[in-house]
């Protein structure tokens, strides 16, 4: 592993949970947090950091003494979205497979750079959206692509959270790319999944820092296709941290669900609900729904794509790649007023 930070810290909780795998080295420039004092390691779900047993586990200071190590199959990357591309195919050059955190990189370019690296050192890379292994996504996921409700006519996502002024570079093109990379980035993987890739969008909204704050899309999948938007930036108020929602039309049913931090606390404001041709509604009731458990599922999914080389459709790099496509031309189409062919 990468880097011990939040979501670093994230997946070695999650690899605890998952047979089979074994967190064998990690890396980081911080010589207390390879020391396991993670107790200033902080995030907005998930348990708080604490003083943490390494004892067997191999610690590097860089990502070239890490990718020498001839113990390392996978190799996890959990760095800032920059530094995804360089670690990710040098640690593909060293013949290691590699598991990503989103966004799996900055530009379509460097997307491309590694999955060309990926195919030709014949090593699996596999990026972390966790978004459809989410109770309620998988839940959505699962009733439209199972076919029962019909064919999939359109659907409208909104993703939007307040201002993370505290959070170093996120304004910045360079370094994290702000919420369109950040955060939309979970819903453009999501509705590449559900409906394909549009032939083009048009976006419109603020920016801020020459970055998408604030913004609408219209996918256009053509006069026949489905009829897809997404809203999705920052709000300046504190008040709401997190808002999240999507409703899915199908032939024969629409698909609902909305879930907000407001003064926080998370509020369901609308819990998965399906209604259907016969007027009847639905509130269908999931299992789990802590944050945890997801990303114990996407792990899973990981080890056992390596371990069987079975690559996992919802963490394929292609699918990742075209979710950077997507922002990238929503960005274009934000700037230029116009619509933009993908």
Not at 43 to 63: K, R
Not at 138 to 148: D, F, M, P
Not at 202 to 223: S, V
Not at 303 to 323: C, E, I, K, N, Y
């Amino acid at each position: 592993m990468t880097r011990v930070g939040f979501m670093g810290m994230v997946h070695y909780l999650s690899y605890q949970k998952v047979p089979g795998a074994k967190v064998v080295a990690l890396c980081d420039a911080n010589s207390k947090r390879l020391a396991g004092d993670w107790t200033d390691i902080q995030g907005n779900f998930g348990p708080a950091g604490e003083q943490m047993d390494l004892t067997g586990i191999a610690t590097y200071e860089s990502s070239d003494e890490l990718l020498g190590d001839p113990n390392i199959d996978l190799v996890d990357i959990t760095l800032p979205p920059a530094a995804h591309a360089g670690v990710a195919i040098a640690a593909l050059e060293s013949g290691k497979h590699v598991f990503c955190e989103k966004p799996m990189a900055m530009t379509v370019e460097d997307c491309d750079r590694m999955l060309v690296a990926a195919k030709k050192a014949d090593k699996q890379l596999l990026i972390g959206h966790v978004l459809p292994y989410f109770p309620e996504y998988a839940w959505a996921l699962h009733e439209v692509t199972s076919g029962k409700h019909g064919r999939v006519l359109g659907g409208s996502f909104k993703r939007v959270i307040a201002d993370p002024s505290w959070l170093a570079n996120y304004w910045s093109a360079e370094a994290v790319g702000g919420p369109m990379l950040d955060l939309h980035v979970h819903d453009a993987h999501y509705i590449r999944l559900l409906f394909g890739m549009p032939e083009a969008v048009t976006t419109w909204g603020r920016t801020r820092n020459g970055l998408a704050a604030h913004w609408h899309t219209n996918f256009d999948y053509g006069p026949q296709g489905p009829v897809v938007h997404a809203m999705s930036g920052t709000i300046d108020q504190q008040g709401r941290a997190f808002n999240q929602a999507f409703e899915i039309q199908l032939e024969h049913a629409t698909l609902v669900f909305e879930f907000a931090v407001i003064d926080g606390e998370g509020v369901t404001l609308c819990p998965p609900t399906i209604f259907r041709d016969d007027s009847k509604v639905e509130r269908v009731q999931l299992p789990g729904g802590d944050p945890m458990d997801a990303f114990a599922e996407e792990i899973h999914n990981v080890v056992h794509s390596v371990q069987g080389s079975v690559l996992d459709p919802v963490a394929d790099g292609h699918l990742a790649r075209d979710a950077i496509h997507l922002c990238q031309k929503q960005t274009e189409s934000l700037h230029s007023r116009c619509r933009v062919v993908i």
